[in-house]
């Protein structure tokens, strides 16, 4: 059984960076699609950017040219470097890895990690 765990989120004011890890317990190769997720109060979850070991890294358009997502297939882990942060930033982040043949064959998320952009 795989578990995802994040860490990294916290407080930081409009302006400021942050830079978000997640930890596979179990072994994910290039076999999955790692992704961050978030969830705003009120808001539907909404996915920020995603990356396969082969393919060029994806980003929502709210977030591009700020944020930059990287894997490290040793270390069975994702980041998420987050520059620039705006108050629409703030949400619950999440860490999901996906088989790339379907949720089905594997589709594991962490417990999400807060992010608050204030001032």
């Known amino acids: 059984q795989v578990q995802l765990v994040e860490s990294g989120g916290g407080l930081v004011q409009p302006g400021g960076s942050l830079r978000l890890s997640c930890v596979a317990s179990?072994?994910?190769?290039?076999?999955?699609?790692w992704a961050w997720y978030r969830q705003a109060p009120g808001k539907q979850r909404e996915l920020v950017a995603h990356?396969?070991?082969?393919?060029?890294?994806a980003y929502a358009d709210s977030v591009k040219g700020r944020f930059t997502i990287s894997r490290d297939n040793d270390k069975n882990t994702v980041y998420l470097q987050m520059n620039n942060l705006e108050p629409e930033d703030t949400a619950v982040y999440y860490c999901?890895?996906?088989?790339?043949?379907?949720?089905?064959?594997?589709?594991?998320w962490g417990q999400g990690t807060q992010v608050t952009v204030s001032s």
């Open positions: 999901n890895a996906r088989h790339i043949l379907g949720a089905s064959k594997g589709d594991y």
């Open positions: 990356i396969m070991t082969v393919t060029t890294p």
């Open positions: 179990g072994s994910i190769r290039s076999m999955y699609v």
